[in-house]
């Protein structure tokens, strides 16, 4: 069966993008064959279709780290034709053909089956960084920081992790402080459910080892000097999940705050998390996530418009969520 796909050809340092019609032998080994609803983007789909970071590891390949759809064929034991599931990670879109497609076929170990209230559109809407704001989520409620223990900072708050952190932490009972550096947003942010809007400069430069107490816990998508400045300001006790990297990878921090207040930096793995971390992320989704706040921060877009998503969403263009429609 012919498909529509978005494939990006490596060659040394430079790359090129393609919109070509494959059938299903052009599709890499699984044991799960997936008709594609949607896919999303995400900042690391940026990076690849850009190719500003080495994410496409093959010299051909169709990226895309998300897909929501439904099963046509499988001879993996958990899924039969008309399960509906949906994919985040595992390499898929860096080494493995990924969701800028009709079709797809992976290892079903790799897939979840949706609950019954989300849809394939809401799953992509979801995506990734929908996914790894509620594992950053779970992150700090492991390390107990509930609502009581004080204001919870969300950084990039604008973007996909952060518009998702927002809406579930809200609806939590957490008070949410939205940090971004587009005060035009503050409409948006506050829609979703945050309490104060933060000036993402206080936080982006070199700050003091350890600084005044002002955050119970932190969900992070910056890192480097703002990952560094959240880690000095937590109170006591308290905790921030680091989950990217979009200001940078070092992280120029002191240890003061480690040993003089015992906070905790909880690392977040969205791509090889195991599957029941997966499952209890998505399951604390379809119940923690208002859906029409969801709707509210999702636009639609097709595959022709993902090679200028990919400039827009690095430069920090792209408000919330971007759903693609891979049969528009």
Wanted: proline letters at 4%.
């Amino acid at each position: 069966m012919a498909f529509r796909a978005l494939r990006v050809t490596r060659q040394e340092k430079n790359q090129s993008i393609e919109f070509v019609s494959l059938e299903d032998t052009d599709l890499m080994e699984g044991d799960v064959t997936v008709a594609v609803d949607y896919s999303t983007i995400n900042y690391k789909d940026g990076l690849a279709l850009t190719g500003s970071a080495p994410i496409i590891r093959v010299p051909v390949l169709i990226p895309g780290i998300d897909f929501a759809g439904t099963v046509e064929s499988s001879s993996h034991a958990g899924f039969e034709p008309g399960d509906k599931v949906v994919l985040n990670g595992w390499g898929v879109g860096e080494a493995h053909h990924g969701g800028y497609a009709q079709r797809a076929r992976v290892k079903g170990d790799w897939l979840v089956k949706l609950p019954g209230n989300i849809s394939t559109k809401h799953a992509a809407a979801i995506g990734t960084a929908g996914y790894t704001a509620m594992l950053s989520i779970l992150g700090l409620e492991h390390e107990g920081v509930t609502p009581d223990k004080g204001d919870i900072l969300v950084t990039g708050a604008a973007g996909g992790v952060g518009s998702v952190a927002i809406a579930v932490l809200a609806k939590l009972g957490y008070r949410v402080i939205a940090s971004t550096g587009r005060p035009s947003e503050e409409g948006y942010l506050k829609g979703l459910g945050a309490a104060e809007i933060f000036d993402r400069n206080e936080l982006s430069g070199p700050g003091r080892p350890l600084g005044k107490e002002r955050w119970a816990g932190a969900v992070d998508a910056v890192g480097s000097h703002t990952l560094a400045n959240v880690i000095s300001q937590l109170k006591y006790g308290g905790a921030v999940s680091a989950c990217g990297l979009a200001q940078g990878l070092d992280l120029p921090a002191s240890v003061a705050p480690f040993i003089l207040r015992g906070v905790t930096l909880v690392g977040i793995d969205s791509v090889n998390a195991p599957y029941a971390k997966r499952v209890a992320a998505w399951n604390r989704l379809a119940s923690d996530l208002d859906l029409a706040k969801l709707d509210a921060m999702t636009s639609v877009s097709k595959l022709d418009d993902l090679p200028v998503l990919a400039g827009d969403i690095l430069a920090g263009k792209v408000r919330g969520r971007v759903v693609i429609d891979v049969n528009a």
